[in-house]
């Protein structure tokens, strides 16, 4: 085993081992990123790597809800909720955010890394058992591993799998959690939301599911997938303000009573400070424009068929996806690298995504398309595509 003196000797081992492997990370900052289009090294680049899918992060109505919260209210909340930071407009946006999910209630979290971690303790403990997909986004994956409780992570969305785990091992314990992604994050597929349901009362298991990136984009009113299958079935549905919703922080909508039992026993909730106002006035704007502006949806939901469906006909790629993450994945983390590298040559500014964030052997390019993007902008990247891979 390596032995280290310093911290400098362990830091430079351990960044030049990720750099052999082509894993090492660097920041890339941007100087202006308005309207899907980003200015950054004197280049001027279409942002196909945002989470901003409906184009909301510079809308004006976002910005003149946070304006006008932060005169009212000041930059801080202050305090933590349970303390003296619990503002009428909290309660404002868990309310609206409950009847967007169709549940009771809503509660407010920091972010959604905050709520994974901090729910997900709260529901289970040494004696429970966790049954989480594959994919699921590294959040969950560190809510799970906090919780101390036995976990089994089963093939992702393979129903076949989950159901063996929870035959051979669920009556060996005390409380039992399913959690999955509705739409995941790096692959864009969807996850068998009925069938989940299902094995949840056959084996009395609590059901947690993340929206982070259905929330906004999918659903009649941009609630999601869930309310598709029943969201009242549903024990924990978590969702973010920093994706679709264009800005910061996270949500779940539960039933009154799972509320006040996540506001008493969620550590990440209890011992960090409420969100600020020109965030909760932000977020409210935008939960509003889902309503009054669903043009967005439709939109974003055209453009990312269309081009899934020319990645298949035009370039004879096959993807997961079924949304508006549309990943390209080619293996190596070098090859993901190159291809990220001539599409930025092109006008496109796209990251590749390389393990640990995805599967060994599974690097790629993670195209996301979003309201901001036009036909002309799909046709260009196929293009390019074309010419890169
Ligand atoms: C599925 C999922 N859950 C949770 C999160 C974390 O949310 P946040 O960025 O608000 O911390 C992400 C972030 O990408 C995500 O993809």
């Known amino acids: 085993m390596d032995s280290f003196e310093n911290i400098t000797d362990f830091v430079n081992f ?21 309207r899907g289009v980003i200015k950054t090294n004197g280049k001027t680049l279409v942002d196909l790597s945002s989470n901003d899918y409906l184009g909301l992060a510079d809308h004006p109505a976002l910005i003149e809800g946070a304006k006008k919260a932060m005169e009212k209210w000041g930059t801080g909340a202050r305090a933590s909720r349970l303390m003296s930071g619990d503002l009428e407009i909290h309660h404002r946006l868990e309310s609206a955010i409950a009847a967007l999910k169709g549940k009771e209630a809503g509660l407010l979290f920091g972010s959604g890394y905050l709520a994974n971690t901090g729910i997900i303790p709260a529901l289970c403990g040494r004696n429970d058992v966790i049954y989480s997909d594959h994919l699921n986004h590294a959040s969950i994956v560190d809510g799970v591993l906090l919780s101390r409780a036995r976990f089994y992570r089963f093939r992702h969305n393979d129903l076949n799998h ?16 399913i959690v999955v992604e509705s739409l995941y994050s790096m692959d864009g597929d969807l996850a068998p939301v009925s069938e989940l349901l299902e094995l949840r009362g056959r084996y009395g ?55 006040q039992f996540l506001l008493n026993q969620a550590r990440t ?12 006035g932000a977020n409210l704007a935008a939960v509003k424009l889902l309503d009054e502006e669903p043009e967005r949806r439709s939109r974003v939901c055209a453009l990312a068929s269309e081009l899934r469906q020319a990645l298949k006909k035009d370039l004879g790629l096959n993807t997961p996806s079924e949304s508006q993450i549309v990943p390209v994945i080619v293996g190596g983390s070098r090859s993901a ?37 036009t036909a002309k902008d799909v046709r260009r990247l196929l293009e390019a595509l074309s010419r890169g891979l």
Do not use: C, W
């Not at 081992?17 to 900052?29: D, Q, Y």
């Open 337 to 373: 690298l190159n291809l990220a590298e001539s599409l930025r040559d092109e006008g496109f500014f796209v990251k590749a995504i390389r393990p640990p964030t995805v599967p060994e052997g599974t690097a790629r390019i993670r195209l996301s398309v979003t309201s901001n993007h």
């Open 162 to 177: 989950l159901e063996d785990l929870l035959k051979s091992h669920r009556s060996r314990y005390r409380r039992a959690l």
């Open 205 to 259: 298991a609590m059901l947690m599911i993340d929206e982070a990136h259905a929330t906004g984009v999918f659903g009649a009113k941009g609630e999601g997938i869930i309310s598709q299958t029943g969201a009242d079935a549903v024990d924990v549905i978590l969702g973010t303000f920093g994706k679709a919703l264009g800005g910061y922080g996270a949500f779940v909508a539960v039933s009154n009573r799972i509320r």
């Open 14 to 34: 351990e960044l030049r081992s990720k750099n052999e492997a082509r894993l090492l990370r660097s920041l890339f900052p941007l100087v202006e990123s308005q």
């Open 269 to 280: 909730f209890i011992f960090s400070t409420a969100l600020p106002p020109a965030v909760i």
